[in-house]
């Protein structure tokens, strides 16, 4: 009875702080600009997705009249964070969605799911985009738990032509391991179920299952290029070499020298772009 009562006292107890500080997450980057910073028309784009969240973002038009990307960013990020990709993207002939996941920016809801949500937001994107745009070839650009939800919207969805993951973890074990080097902390290790069951509780989904793109990777036969940083210091760069290894083809993958977590456009900023669209104009 003390062991059940310990247990239930601090499974409380971490629901509690994990809901507080992470689930429950803060707005995001809203600031005033806009791609109207680099002389480009947009437009101010809502659409519903489940449980009638309403999510907001941009339409970036460019001369082709039937392909889109779908800039997805991570933990905390809105459609500011994923701003400076827009230019090469419309110069290369694509159109360009961007949006606040839910619980971010301008965005409705209030629960954030490390990519499990964030990948039902996507799926409600491509209707948006299929249905009031025009469009029928889609790719996917995601960044950290965005990668990792853009895979998870690969998976469940065959309207997807190719998607780049940058920086994706493969599941939540590891990318705990690695963020805030929890791999070196007992009490953590130990305690990991109890995280995963608290998670279940304040989300009211298995949060570890439905993201363990690691055990469903294999199924996916979308082209996928996967980016990260050797010294990724967040989500180290064995969660990307491990879903590379047991995705089926076509697949690529780039292990950016000297460089940390989402940081490959900024280190380097050409080769980026040009791989990325040598990507895209390989499957789209």
Same mark, same amino acid.
């Given at each position: 009875?003390?062991?059940?009562?310990?247990?239930?006292?601090?499974?409380?107890?971490?629901?509690?702080?994990?809901?507080?500080?992470?689930?429950?997450?803060?707005?995001?980057?809203?600031?005033?600009?806009?791609?109207?910073?680099?002389?480009?028309?947009?437009?101010?784009?809502?659409?519903?997705?489940?449980?009638?969240?309403?999510?907001?973002?941009?339409?970036?038009?460019?001369?082709?009249?039937?392909?889109?990307?779908?800039?997805?960013?991570?933990?905390?990020?809105?459609?500011?964070?994923?701003?400076?990709?827009?230019?090469?993207?419309?110069?290369?002939?694509?159109?360009?969605?961007?949006?606040?996941?839910?619980?971010?920016?301008? *965005?409705?809801?209030?629960?954030? =799911?490390?990519?499990?949500?964030?990948?039902?937001? +996507?799926?409600?994107? @491509? &209707?948006? $985009?299929?249905?009031?745009?025009?469009?029928?070839?889609?790719?996917?650009?995601?960044?950290?738990?965005?990668?990792?939800?853009?895979?998870?919207?690969?998976?469940?969805?065959?309207?997807?032509?190719?998607?780049?993951?940058?920086?994706?973890?493969?599941?939540?074990?590891?990318?705990?391991?690695?963020?805030?080097?929890?791999?070196?902390?007992?009490?953590?290790?130990?305690?990991?179920?109890?995280?995963?069951? *608290?998670?279940?509780?304040?989300? =009211?989904?298995?949060?570890?299952?439905?993201?363990? +793109?690691?055990?469903? @990777? &294999?199924? $996916?036969?979308?082209?996928?290029?996967?980016?990260?940083?050797?010294?990724?210091?967040?989500?180290?760069?064995?969660?990307?070499?491990?879903?590379?290894?047991?995705?089926?083809?076509?697949?690529?993958?780039?292990?950016?020298?000297?460089?940390?977590?989402?940081?490959?456009?900024?280190?380097?900023?050409?080769?980026?772009?040009?791989?990325?669209?040598?990507?895209?104009?390989?499957?789209?």
């Amino acid at each position: 009875m003390v062991l059940l009562s310990g247990v239930g006292f601090l499974s409380i107890n971490i629901w509690q702080k994990l809901d507080k500080t992470i689930y429950t997450q803060g707005q995001g980057v809203v600031t005033d600009d806009s791609p109207r910073y680099f002389d480009l028309p947009y437009q101010e784009v809502k659409f519903e997705t489940d449980r009638d969240i309403i999510i907001r973002g941009w339409y970036v038009p460019s001369m082709s009249p039937d392909k889109a990307i779908i800039l997805v960013p991570g933990f905390g990020g809105t459609r500011w964070s994923m701003l400076w990709h827009v230019p090469f993207l419309v110069d290369a002939g694509y159109n360009v969605l961007l949006f606040d996941p839910r619980s971010t920016g301008l *965005s409705g809801g209030n629960r954030y =799911g490390f990519g499990y949500f964030e990948s039902i937001d +996507i799926q409600h994107a @491509i &209707d948006f $985009l299929m249905k009031g745009k025009g469009i029928s070839e889609i790719g996917l650009l995601g960044r950290s738990a965005g990668a990792t939800a853009s895979l998870l919207a690969s998976l469940r969805d065959d309207r997807v032509d190719a998607v780049v993951a940058d920086s994706p973890y493969a599941n939540l074990r590891f990318a705990a391991d690695d963020f805030g080097k929890y791999s070196h902390d007992r009490l953590f290790q130990t305690l990991f179920p109890v995280y995963m069951f *608290s998670a279940r509780l304040a989300l =009211g989904v298995n949060l570890y299952r439905e993201t363990n +793109i690691l055990n469903k @990777i &294999d199924e $996916l036969d979308t082209p996928a290029f996967f980016i990260h940083g050797l010294q990724d210091a967040g989500i180290g760069h064995q969660n990307s070499e491990r879903l590379f290894k047991r995705k089926v083809q076509p697949k690529r993958i780039w292990l950016v020298p000297n460089t940390n977590h989402i940081a490959a456009f900024e280190n380097y900023p050409g080769e980026y772009k040009q791989r990325i669209i040598d990507f895209f104009e390989s499957y789209i």
